[in-house]
């Protein structure tokens, strides 16, 4: 049974920093394209960042380029996500979520529907 447990959320002020873990178990994450989500509800959970099987190749939403960095870590199996920069428009609560495939898809990296075992999330919040 896969299980994501992410960590790391907290409270910044903007143009802080902050980094985000995903401890895995059940799955050996360096196999799979493995990404991150948040979501502010009502809204609908956006894709933020996807790392492809191997670290090949990543991805990232136009709103958070040159400021999150995502990484693996095979030995440690875990997901990370370097949040730096941070804005209000950034807070949400941020998913970890591991895809089907080892490749992430250029066009549907994310596309919540590809991706198979979510965790429970970690709650940023970004004052002004």
């Known amino acids: 049974q896969v299980q994501l447990v992410e960590s790391g959320g907290g409270s910044v002020q903007a143009g802080g920093s902050l980094r985000l873990s995903c401890a895995a178990s059940g799955i050996a994450i360096n196999n799979y394209c493995m990404a991150w989500f948040r979501q502010t509800p009502p809204q609908e959970r956006e894709g933020v960042a996807a790392i492809s099987a191997g670290a090949i190749s990543t991805q990232y939403a136009d709103s958070v380029k040159g400021r999150f960095t995502i990484s693996r870590d095979s030995a440690q199996n875990t997901l990370y996500l370097q949040l730096n920069n941070l804005q209000p428009e950034d807070s949400g609560i941020y998913y970890c979520?591991?895809?089907?495939?080892?490749?992430?898809?250029?066009?549907?990296?994310?596309?919540?529907?590809?991706?198979?075992?979510w965790g429970q999330g970690t709650q940023v919040t970004v004052s002004s």
């Open positions: 979520a591991s895809h089907e495939y080892g490749y992430c898809g250029k066009t549907t990296w994310s596309q919540t529907r590809v991706y198979k075992s």
